[in-house]
């Protein structure tokens, strides 16, 4: 529940996969929070405590899109169901249709 507190923005990142899913629909508890940067951030690191760990619930991607400073605390919408569809997760596999449906239907 740490995520919450977080105000990625501050941290040049944003929200991707499970924890958007989480934000925008209140639908499913992440058990993976991913932050898109283009470098994670040392004071990010050290305020919420975050170690190294290959197989821990926090994942840093590269922010690979031309945007600059970013405006909303979560990734695209494309880019949330993309992460959601690659894990194979039924739960995710389930937010995701949400996430497809708000893309071509308007807010779930």
Do not use: N
């Amino acid at each position: 529940e740490w995520w919450k507190q977080l105000d990625c923005r501050k941290y040049g990142a944003q929200f991707g996969g499970e924890a958007a899913a989480a934000i925008l629909t209140g639908y499913l508890r992440p058990e993976i929070v991913t932050l898109y940067t283009r470098k994670a951030d040392p004071r990010l690191i050290m305020e919420f405590r975050l170690r190294a760990d290959p197989a821990g619930p926090v994942e840093f991607v590269d922010r690979f899109w031309p945007f600059e400073e970013p405006d909303e605390q979560t990734v695209p919408l494309p880019l949330i169901y993309a992460d959601l569809v690659m894990t194979g997760d039924a739960r995710c596999l389930e937010t995701a249709d949400l996430i497809h449906r708000r893309i071509f239907d308007g807010p779930v």
